[in-house]
């Protein structure tokens, strides 16, 4: 394997393999690196993405979806479930294992360089404060590659960003600590998620059912750090499955965090970019962070490709990447963060009493919007934030 590169990205999900493929795309030469032993696994996520954005990173691949959304059910904490249909396709779940392994193939038909089983432990630092490489283990040998830019996709815990002195570090209350079970031989609509929220389910959080196909569904929750200790979420999980799915079996369990914070813009530094939950592009309302991954990683990807052909590796160069990012992300995130701690403040009495409301209107007739109209009565100070929302500002 040669030792210099173009760009070297850390870290194989699909924040690494967007920025690695259009870096390639723009002519660089890219070595992806990546701890696992094999790319998509494991799988750490409920696979929920939505059919507006998603589409607009990637052309989807039937292969990759393991079902088709057209309800969102909402279960309040006295278990009255408000289900909203719609006319069209509003999500997938995904099989990642399946998905992240094509992004990276991907990335590796447009020549980039993939190495599974390849930790990076350190920076390589020029002279003059650049990242220019990096330390790697890659199967058991050590080895310093060299690069004019690497790109940080190595996930929540983001120890590239901090190794080269970008200060991404979470306070307790923006971290979701999420555990999730794969569970089998339940009975489920394959085509509508269920959303429980209140306190009684798990405070600080919500639980999802995503359906997998075949009598499966991803289970699971996601609590704010705050409301949250050791054991805590898999306690909450656990009670969870045996009151709801008592014959279910669990196949798999994962456990992770999610990036629950405000928008970020300190992602750059010379020689060096954070993409996806490193440079914490999740949607700190839902944590879901699958499309802001890939669009950061995207966006950074083609700026590092136009920065090789500057040759101009400097944080002035890269701010291009901040730039485009912030006139995307910062207003959704800022709007999903004030939306999340609205949320935080609503009671069990307040969903039972939305869920009421929400159920007087016919079926046919609910709507997302309708359902919001009420939390608004129930709750005037949101109003602020949701014109904001649909004006755009
Ligand atoms: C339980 C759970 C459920 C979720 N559900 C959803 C959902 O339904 N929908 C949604 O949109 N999002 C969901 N998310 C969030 C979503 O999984 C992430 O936002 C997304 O995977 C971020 O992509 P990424 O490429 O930035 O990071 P990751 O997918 O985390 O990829 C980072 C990669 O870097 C590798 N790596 C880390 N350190 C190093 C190193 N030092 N050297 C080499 N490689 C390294 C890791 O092994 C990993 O493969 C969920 C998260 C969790 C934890």
């Known amino acids: 394997m040669k030792n210099n590169w173009d760009v070297i990205v850390v870290g194989g999900g699909p924040a690494g393999s967007m920025a690695a493929w259009n870096s390639a795309k723009g002519g660089a030469s890219v070595l992806m690196l990546e701890k696992d032993r094999e790319i998509g696994v494991p799988v750490r996520c409920g696979e929920c993405v939505d059919n507006v954005l998603f589409p607009k990173s990637i052309k989807i691949e039937d292969k990759w979806i393991?079902?088709?959304?057209?309800?969102?059910?909402?279960?309040?904490?006295?278990?009255?479930?408000?289900?909203?249909?719609?006319?069209?396709?509003?999500?997938?779940?995904?099989?990642?294992?399946?998905?992240?392994?094509?992004?990276?193939?991907?990335?590796?038909?447009?020549?980039?360089?993939?190495?599974?089983?390849?930790?990076?432990?350190?920076?390589?630092v020029s002279d003059d404060g650049f990242v220019n490489g990096v330390k790697v283990n890659i199967l058991g040998d050590e080895f310093e590659l060299k690069s004019?830019?690497?790109?940080?996709?190595?996930?929540?815990?983001?120890?590239?960003?901090r190794m080269a002195g970008i200060n991404t570090a979470l306070k307790m209350e923006h971290i979701g600590?999420?555990?999730?079970?794969?569970?089998?031989?339940?009975?489920?609509?394959?085509?509508?998620?269920?959303?429980y929220v209140g306190e009684n389910y798990v405070p600080g959080g919500y639980i999802w059912v995503f359906p997998k196909g075949n009598y499966s569904a991803n289970i699971g929750l996601g609590i704010l750090g705050k409301y949250s200790s050791s054991g805590k979420p898999k306690m909450y999980l656990e009670k969870f499955i045996n009151e709801h799915f008592p014959n279910g079996s669990i196949t798999n369990y994962v456990a992770g965090g999610v990036p629950a914070t405000n928008f970020v813009d300190n992602i750059i530094e010379n020689g060096i970019m954070l993409v996806g939950d490193a440079a914490r592009t999740a949607n700190p309302l839902t944590g879901g962070g699958i499309n802001a991954a890939m669009h950061s990683g995207e966006i950074a990807g083609t700026c590092a490709s136009n920065a090789i052909k500057s040759e101009d590796y400097s944080k002035k160069f890269l701010a291009e990447y901040v730039k485009i990012w912030t006139k995307f992300q910062k207003k959704p995130q800022e709007q999903s963060y004030r939306i999340r701690e609205f949320a935080l403040d609503l009671t069990n009495d307040d969903y039972n009493h939305i869920a009421k409301k929400a159920l007087?209107?016919?079926?046919?007739?609910?709507?997302?919007?309708?359902?919001?109209?009420?939390?608004?009565?129930?709750?005037?100070?949101?109003i602020f934030d949701v014109i904001k929302l649909f004006a755009g500002f």
């Open 148 to 161: 004019k830019i690497v790109i940080g996709a190595d996930g929540v815990e983001s120890r590239i960003g």
């Open 177 to 195: 600590s999420c555990v999730q079970a794969v569970v089998s031989g339940i009975d489920i609509e394959d085509d509508s998620i269920k959303l």
């Open 66 to 124: 393991d079902t088709t959304i057209n309800k969102i059910e909402f279960i309040s904490p006295d278990s009255s479930n408000v289900k909203i249909k719609f006319k069209n396709t509003i999500g997938y779940i995904l099989d990642r294992r399946v998905f992240d392994s094509d992004l990276a193939k991907y990335a590796s038909k447009a020549g980039v360089t993939i190495k599974t089983k390849a930790y990076v432990h350190g920076l390589l």
């Open 360 to 382: 007087a209107i016919s079926e046919e007739k609910r709507s997302l919007t309708k359902i919001f109209k009420i939390v608004i009565w129930r709750k005037p100070s949101l």
